[in-house]
């Protein structure tokens, strides 16, 4: 059953290069209700923690590496087909083939430094906002 709830997360990069509200920005316009946010910098532990998933994958230490490089905006977003709706409006993974509109097209560098984290399914939104968000952080 498809749940009203999505996470996503502003990286490093787009953190660095002052794109949080621009991204922000989209979100909203995009109709999506922030329901938990906060900034955070993750230790290279808990980049690790998060990206476990990917622990037997090449780029998984540079991944963690960069995840830890600087501060991040952790989110939970609402909507109804939050995920579904989110992953169509960060855009493809790599820039160069995310479609015009789309945060990744205008905010990401490239593959690695791709701007936004969006959760890939319901059970995965539900298990990445838990790691940042305690149940009084989620309104």
């Known amino acids: 059953m498809a749940t009203n709830r999505t996470f996503t997360m502003i990286k490093?990069?787009?953190?660095?290069?002052?794109?949080i509200g621009g991204i922000l920005d989209?979100?909203?316009?995009?109709?999506?209700?922030?329901v938990a946010m906060?900034?955070?910098?993750?230790?290279?532990?808990?980049?690790?923690?998060?990206?476990?998933?990917?622990?037997?994958?090449?780029f998984y230490g540079e991944l963690v590496e960069f995840?830890?490089?600087?501060?991040?905006v952790a989110a939970i977003l609402e909507k109804t087909n939050?995920?579904?709706?989110?992953?169509?409006?960060?855009?493809?993974?790599?820039p160069a083939n995310a479609e015009e509109g789309t945060i990744r097209k205008q905010y990401a560098e490239s593959i690695g430094r791709n701007a936004v984290h969006g959760s890939d399914?319901?059970?995965?939104?539900?298990?990445?906002?838990d790691f940042f968000f305690s149940g009084l952080e989620k309104f």
């Open 12 to 19: 490093p990069d787009a953190v660095e290069n002052g794109h």
């Open 26 to 34: 989209k979100i909203n316009a995009a109709g999506f209700r922030i």
């Open 38 to 58: 906060k900034m955070t910098r993750l230790s290279t532990q808990k980049a690790g923690e998060f990206y476990a998933v990917h622990s037997a994958r090449p």
């Open 67 to 72: 995840m830890s490089s600087g501060h991040i």
């Open 82 to 94: 939050a995920v579904e709706d989110f992953r169509k409006l960060i855009g493809a993974t790599n």
């Open 121 to 129: 399914s319901d059970e995965n939104a539900q298990i990445e906002g």
